[in-house]
């Protein structure tokens, strides 16, 4: 694939695809990100679609994007701003320009550019006519017709065919990223294998559009960035609810306990299950409930006999079952309830991110309600910490609410793929019918946990339930200090977990410095991305990411000891950095919010800090 | 079955019992105890699981496992024990709040994916452990403290709630019919599916007496019809009322040798019927003008969901490449960095 024209190499790029819902954009993103990781390059992705299914066609509501961000250096966001725009339609381009790089490059389907189309978008001129003050680089294609022009011998309706536009627009850019296209022409002979002509007219399309741009002299810049230098293994693309399902599976098979899901479907939280569904392989059990209390209330019933139970949700489905998930906190069964967070109150925004269910997370149960809280922070490590919730639930006999967001879950990363020898071993305290003088409430000296004892475990045979127990014994108990000794016992077998988790880690100066940016779950990719740029400036700054949120990590308090100021980052109104206020009061915390339903950008959090940094 | 022969007291807890005194629970946790040294399998295989409400106390005097849950929870629990450990024999118990309020969905649903499951229902028409307020099977008109001046809102029969949701077993008992609750008890074990049994209760306390009428021992035989599967539907103190369907699709009582009416005559109860017309029927029956319908109405042979489950587990295991988790982190597109 060799060129005459102008090479410029890069080390990152930030590629977002947008038009119509019904455009494809998802699918050309997914297949540009998917060649560009098999290429050898970072990437991350971010999908931002509308919540309806088919909004108003052409319309700024109805624009569907899909943002990828690869280089040669590590990428861990989907990136800010756009070096490269592909705008279907007028709307797509309205709904974008703000997040084009004032030295970008914007590729319009300029068929789509009609009175009518300008209009719908909300333009009242067409905005690519009056545009000298543009700095963007624009590339005016005719991808619907040349499409049409492609397939006009192909026998196939006009539907069909200007369907497949996307692969035009996929073609352009390939080319200008200097990309193979083998992987798309394979995906294509497999996605529609079964219909032979409409897989040959989209490789013909996809081949068309890489010519075009080859050819035309408005194309004269061509970009190379070479694979990065990443460390070696097997990797794949994954995204975070794929990882989540993985993680929870992962550790079923190493804890040798059948896993069982019962779930309703809510976005953003729907793949997990969709994921888990297919895995009868793998002898997953899911049962697609009634509703979000029969999803969570199947899952206890499945824990209460010896499976691991698993439930997924997103912030309305975690305020219904809260009082399921109490029924679990106090017959200590173990349990995973997964929360893909997504922006509140109410349905609030049911398609974009947000961290603001950690108080519900906390704090949303009646009576004294201590639970593990573990936090993802990347699409990647949602694997790593659904392991670790099922690992902490299994071991600590307790309900653990793993939360990760909707950025996270619909974002992809490649991955390094671990081997199932690696991950630490689970040991549930399952006990035989062997066991003497088995009481169900009877403590572990050390951690304060119970032995669970499964149904159809000959002479173990008792009762659990929702009333308070005695100590010990487990019977119904009104005894006045028992409740009270039974409460303490509960939140201390919690606060105990921290010494089976890994102390926090500092990214930056370990020894201490001027300021400490802290975090959680999953701002990580833009807080150490922001953190790491300030580091090469020079600035006196490191950052403190915790996936460990209840209990926090043992050595929370010494490591906030070595840094002059504390600046909490989260996308709410500030729950962590309560929550910090309230377990660490030690310390004088700034901080820094945000509830747009939209990640952080760099640009922002640089910002903040550098101006904190002038402050005396 | 298995070696050791179990006797009601087996299956006793230590527990001291706090149902009050009168309360028909009491003869209702005889009747499954009894039931349970009949099935006779190993008691570790018993698993009691109830949801809120004085019936709901039942699994803490049980000596099987037992789960008390929360309030109208306790099918969804029970469904996802059947579905993850299918050798547990369970029993689900519910009050009428619990099961028909509260827990509505849940119980539709259990019974529409027919979960292996035996629900006992015990209907006493009241809240009793909130101490006295109406509940969905309360009459119209009811008086109590939540309807000082009486209810607008008509009761649901369970067991009609039930066929509407595709409900393959249902049968009825009273709480004081310790042998015929056992039977059918016995019954719904052996059944496939759910197995709802609604057991006419009473509450001593708040609502005294709700079904008197119908248990009225001096009356039992002439407002009461039992049920068996291929015999005639014969009732009364003599054994010669029955019941026919008459020109309308109505059930009505003739009396066997009056107007030439014969024992041919007599409808014979079909509970394998899978047309539930007869069925509904017999579940609206209400005395004195019909009798109440009690024993097993409906039994219809289906594929129980847990089976399903299990079944489509094997054989995707036996389609699939993926074995393992490794098998599963390696499939599809990945590639070396080296």
């Known amino acids: 694939m060799s060129s005459q024209k102008e090479i410029i190499k890069m080390d990152e790029v930030v590629i977002r695809f947008s038009g119509d819902s019904g455009d494809g954009m998802q699918l050309t993103g997914t297949q540009f990100s998917d060649t560009s990781a098999l290429f050898g390059n970072e990437v991350s992705t971010f999908p931002d679609y509308p919540a309806e299914i088919r909004a108003p066609q052409g319309t700024v509501g109805g624009v569907s994007g899909f943002q990828v961000h690869f280089g040669r250096k590590e990428i861990l966001t989907p990136g800010d701003y756009c070096d490269v725009l592909v705008a279907m339609n007028p709307a797509a381009l309205k709904a974008n320009l703000q997040w084009v790089k004032p030295t970008g490059t914007i590729i319009v389907n300029i068929d789509s550019f009609d009175e009518k189309n300008i209009k719908k978008a909300g333009y009242t001129a067409d905005p690519l006519e009056d545009n000298e003050n543009w700095s963007y680089k624009l590339v005016k294609a005719n991808i619907t017709n040349m499409t049409k022009e492609t397939l006009k011998d192909s026998g196939l309706d006009q539907k069909s065919i200007v369907r497949s536009k996307n692969m035009f627009a996929l073609g352009i850019v390939y080319w200008m990223f200097d990309r193979p296209l083998d992987h798309t022409i394979e995906f294509l002979d497999k996605k529609f294998g079964k219909i032979p002509e409409i897989a040959e007219a989209n490789k013909k399309v996809l081949k068309a559009g890489f010519d075009f741009a080859h050819n035309i002299q408005a194309l004269a810049y061509h970009y190379e960035i070479n694979p990065a230098h990443i460390e070696k293994g097997t990797y794949r693309n994954i995204t975070g609810n794929k990882a989540t399902a993985w993680g929870l599976m992962a550790a079923a098979e190493k804890a040798n306990l059948p896993l069982f899901c019962g779930s309703y479907p809510i976005t953003p939280a729907t793949e997990i299950l969709q994921e888990l569904a297919l895995r009868r392989d793998l002898g997953v059990k899911t049962m697609q409930a009634e509703d979000e209390i029969a999803g969570i209330c199947t899952a206890i019933g499945a824990s209460y006999v010896g499976n691991i139970g698993v439930t997924t949700t997103s912030g309305p489905g975690l305020a219904l079952k809260s009082e399921a998930i109490n029924l679990a906190v106090i017959t200590e069964l173990p349990l995973v309830i997964v929360d893909v967070q997504r922006g509140g109150p109410s349905t609030g925004l049911p398609t974009k991110t947000e961290q603001s269910d950690l108080n519900q997370a906390l704090f949303g149960r009646n009576g004294e309600s201590p639970m593990p809280i573990v936090a993802a922070s990347t699409s990647g490590n949602c694997f790593k910490f659904a392991y670790e919730a099922t690992r902490i639930a299994l071991e600590h006999m307790t309900p653990v609410i793993l939360l990760t967001d909707g950025y996270l879950a619909n974002g992809a990363q490649p991955w390094r793929i671990p081997s199932m020898e690696d991950l630490p071993s689970i040991t549930p305290p399952i006990v035989s019918s062997d066991e003497k003088d088995y009481l169900p409430y009877k403590r572990d000296a050390k951690t304060l946990v119970r032995k669970w004892a499964v149904p159809g475990t000959k002479g173990l045979e008792h009762r659990i339930g929702g009333l308070e127990k005695l100590d010990g014994k487990g019977s119904i108990s009104y005894i006045p200090e028992n409740h009270e000794l039974m409460c303490e016992y509960r939140r201390d077998k919690i606060q105990l977990i921290s010494n089976n988790i890994p102390e926090q880690e500092i990214f930056g100066d370990k020894d201490g410095g001027e300021i400490l940016v802290i975090g959680w779950g999953g701002t990580y990719g833009h807080l150490s991305t922001a953190v790491s740029e300030l580091r090469e400036e020079g600035k006196n700054v490191s950052l403190a990411q915790f996936n460990y949120i209840n209990p926090l990590p043992k050595n929370t308090k010494d490591i906030f000891s070595r840094f002059k100021k504390h600046i909490v980052f989260e996308l709410n109104l500030g729950q962590f950095v309560n929550y910090l206020r309230n377990e660490q009061p030690e310390f004088n915390y700034l901080q820094y919010n945000k509830v747009q339903g939209l990640p952080f950008t760099i640009e922002e959090i640089k910002n903040r800090i550098n101006d904190l940094l002038k402050e005396k | ?338």
Not at chain 2, 194 to 210: F, P, R, W
């Open chain 2, 1 to 338: 079955m298995c070696d050791k022969k179990y006797t009601p007291a087996d299956f006793k807890s230590d527990q001291e019992i706090r149902w009050c005194p009168g309360c028909g629970d009491h003869a209702i946790i005889a009747s499954v105890q009894r039931a349970m040294a009949e099935i006779n399998i190993p008691k570790e295989d018993w698993a009691v699981i109830s949801g809120i409400g004085c019936s709901s106390r039942f699994p803490y005097y049980m000596n099987t496992y037992g789960f008390h849950t929360i309030h109208g929870r306790a099918a969804a629990i029970a469904t996802g024990v059947k579905c993850a450990n299918s050798k547990l024999k369970v029993i689900q118990i519910s009050g009428d709040g619990d099961a028909t309020a509260i827990g509505g969905n849940h119980f539709i649903h259990a019974l529409r994916r027919n979960i292996d499951l035996t629900m006992l229902l015990f209907n006493n028409k009241i809240y009793g452990l909130t101490k006295g307020q109406y509940s969905p099977t309360s009459e119209y008109g009811k008086k109590t403290k939540t309807s000082p001046y009486g209810t607008f809102e008509k009761p649901f029969k369970p067991l009609q709630l039930a066929l509407g949701a595709q409900a393959r077993f249902i049968a009825r008992s009273i709480d004081t019919s310790i042998n015929l609750t056992k039977d059918i008890i016995i019954e719904a074990n052996k059944h496939k599916g759910t197995s709802l049994v609604e057991i006419l209760q009473n509450c001593v306390i708040y609502n005294d007496g709700a079904h008197k009428y119908v248990t009225d021992r001096e009356n039992a035989r002439d407002r009461q019809i039992i049920l068996k599967h291929g015999k005639p539907m014969l009732f009364g103190k003599n054994n010669d009322k029955g019941l026919i369907l008459n020109s309308k699709g109505k059930l009505t009582v003739v009396e066997i040798g009056k107007h030439g009416v014969k024992l041919s005559d007599i409808l014979v109860h079909d509970a394998h019927c899978l047309d539930p017309h007869i069925h509904w029927l017999l579940t609206n029956m209400e005395a004195p003008a019909l009798p109440v319908a009690l024993g097993v109405i409906r039994s219809v042979e289906d594929n129980a969901y847990n089976e399903e489950l299990e079944k489509q587990i094997v054989n995707v295991k036996q389609s699939s490449k993926i074995k393992c988790m490794n098998d599963l982190l390696h499939q599809g597109d990945t590639w070396e960095v080296k």
